[in-house]
């Protein structure tokens, strides 16, 4: 089992940055590869960037490219999404995810069939 645990979501204006966390405890943090995803009201959860079990693959989608980086500290149990240029689109909850499956130190995973555990959410709001 894994428990996941997001923070630093908020009110921002457009153009603005953000930094989310999300603190990962009840298994080895090495051994699982995260991502987040975000659901808008009313929209399907899609995936917004992922990162490997190394930290050395990462992946971001198209719409956030650019502006949005994932990274890790395996030190700290923590995975981290920041957030720059903010735009109204980006307006979501925003949820951070966990995988412990295949082996592979360089394998990221884009979809949310592929995580068996989720967070609790954090909302991020860009107003215009």
């Known amino acids: 089992q894994v428990q996941l645990a997001e923070s630093g979501g908020g009110l921002v204006q457009s153009g603005g940055s953000l930094r989310l966390s999300c603190a990962a405890s009840?298994?080895?943090?090495?051994?699982?590869?995260l991502g987040w995803f975000r659901q808008a009201p009313g929209k399907e959860r899609e995936f917004v960037a992922a990162?490997?079990?190394?930290?050395?693959?990462?992946g971001n989608a198209d719409s956030v490219k650019g502006r949005f980086t994932i990274s890790r500290d395996n030190a700290k149990n923590t995975v981290y999404l920041q957030m720059n240029s903010l735009k109204p689109e980006d307006t979501a909850v925003y949820y951070c995810?966990?995988?412990?499956?295949?082996?592979?130190?360089?394998?990221?995973?884009?979809?949310?069939?592929?995580?068996?555990?989720w967070g609790q959410g954090t909302q991020v709001t860009v107003s215009s």
């Open positions: 990162i490997s079990r190394s930290g050395t693959r990462t």
């Open positions: 009840g298994r080895t943090f090495s051994s699982i590869a």
């Open positions: 995810a966990a995988t412990n499956r295949g082996y592979s130190g360089i394998t990221y995973y884009v979809g949310p069939s592929e995580y068996d555990y």
